[in-house]
């Protein structure tokens, strides 16, 4: 689980940049005597956004006097400032918080088990897996072992903390974070004490399983839940929570720094072009907004910032393809060592790092044979342009005397070796400051 320091800036920047993206507005229930209960699915990384979802859900359902709220966890993991700050508003709300690991085949894995051992109620689907909590660096960099081991002790006494507050497997729980352990739904129900409550097949199931049972909260009170027959209202997420919680995700985030430095290299080749350059620099913001929710490697990240530096000097030194190869290498690696994380879902897809290489590639093989074209073109401007230029006689001219020519729309001086009689087409065989020598064409 990355620790990782003031993320929350960054989502307030991207936010002031999709303001105009408006939530929808939740529909108002009926009054029912049935007891409400308010159900939430949270597929994604736990970072700022999700937990900023978690939060508010759970600040309604106290509002409204719910009976419950579900939340329907999927989760790699996340941040640890994040699963703070929903477990802390999880202990105070007044609501019981139920966390459903599911449906079959869903894990909550590094910070997803925090949150999952601090509910007031934990259940897990058939199939489903909990654990693996061992704190990693947030940046990719190698940390030393005495802070490794004070992050890994931290992270062990919060969640011992939780588990006896809650009446679950102390050692089980530190296993998970010191040791990485992951514990199936039988493993975690069948520990004794259990690390979760009980095992639902979906939604429904759990409900009815609730029904009457005596939840323990974590003050010491006990609160009865009935669930029988309750009005379930799903709640999601808002407009803008999606857009940034979708910005997000590993392939997005390295979608939008490519298109980010792509946008700019054009910007520099053709300077004024204006829409390359603006979109570009929106990808660059929102892609380093999700890059710092995301346990990034900063040394791929210069290294990908390397490639475009050297993209860009291609423009203005002639190395004929050497900056473009050595940008394609530096793009390659940055591109794999990125996102730093040994969970697939946390890594950036190897296809997606194929495609970008291979388009900057052809842009690059582009970019050289253009200039090469344009080093073998002959001269336009100045006195090499003026060399083998048509033109007219307008005077005759002796060999070794001047006379007139017309020229480049121009009125010139010039002599030639050989006589030229008026009128005769020429080429310009010399240029001597402002006298042309000339030649029969």
């Known amino acids: 689980m990355p620790v990782r320091l003031g993320p929350r800036l960054g989502a307030v920047l991207v936010a002031c940049a999709v303001v105009a993206l408006r939530s929808r507005p939740a529909a108002v229930e009926p009054q029912s005597d049935a007891p409400l209960v308010y159900s939430a699915e949270v597929e994604s990384i736990i970072h700022p956004v999700s937990a900023e979802f978690m ?3 759970m600040n309604r359902a106290d509002r409204d006097k719910a009976a419950a709220v579900v939340f329907i966890l999927r989760t790699p993991g996340g941040l640890l400032e994040s699963t703070r700050a929903i477990v802390s508003r999880m202990l105070a709300a007044s609501t019981p918080v139920v966390i459903f690991v599911g ?38 960099a190698p940390v030393d072992e005495v802070m490794s081991k004070k992050a ?10 939780l588990a006896a507050g809650r009446q679950r497997n102390v050692p089980l729980a530190e296993q998970a974070v010191n040791d990485s352990r992951a514990f199936t739904e039988t493993e975690a129900l069948n520990a004794s004490p259990p690390l979760v409550d009980l095992i639902a097949v979906d939604l ?3 409900l009815n399983k609730l029904d009457g049972r005596a939840v323990r909260r974590f003050d010491g009170r006990t609160a009865v839940l009935h669930t029988r027959g309750a009005r379930v209202v799903p709640l999601e997420m808002s407009l803008r929570q999606r857009v940034l919680s979708s910005i997000a995700h590993p392939n997005i985030a390295y979608m939008l ?17 204006v829409l390359p350059g603006v979109v570009g620099g929106v990808s660059l913001l929102l892609a380093f907004f999700a890059l710092q929710l995301l346990p990034v490697n900063y040394a791929g990240l ?8 050297l993209f860009a000097l291609e423009i203005k030194v002639a190395s004929y393809g050497l900056l473009t190869g050595g940008g394609l290498v530096s793009l390659v690696f940055g591109s794999m060592i990125l996102i730093d994380s040994p969970a697939p879902e946390l890594r950036v897809s190897l296809r997606l790092v194929v495609a970008v290489v291979l388009g900057f590639s052809a842009i690059g093989l582009t970019l050289v044979r253009l200039g090469l ?4 073109q002959p001269a336009v401007t100045g006195q090499v342009g003026m060399i083998d230029q048509p033109g007219q006689a307008l005077t005759a001219i002796d060999p070794g005397g001047l006379g007139r020519v017309f020229i480049h729309g121009e009125n010139w001086q010039a002599t030639a070796t050989d006589p030229i009689e008026e009128g005769t087409r020429v080429r310009v065989a010399g240029v001597d ?6 030649r029969k064409e």
């Open 257 to 273: 720094l490519s298109l980010g430095m792509l946008g700019l290299t054009i910007e520099l080749w053709s300077p004024g072009a």
């Open 204 to 206: 429904p199931d759990l």
């Open 302 to 309: 210069l290294l990908i910032l390397l490639g475009l530096l």
């Open 433 to 438: 400051g402002l006298t042309l020598t000339v």
């Open 55 to 57: 939060i508010e859900t």
């Open 103 to 140: 449906p079959s085949g869903a894990r909550a894995a590094s910070a997803g088990f925090i949150i999952t051992i601090a509910a007031d109620v934990a259940a897990m689907a058939p199939g489903t897996h909990v654990g693996a909590a061992h704190p990693v660096s947030g940046n990719g």
């Open 152 to 161: 890994t002790e931290d992270v062990a006494a919060y969640v011992r903390t």
């Open 373 to 376: 074209a344009a080093q073998r």
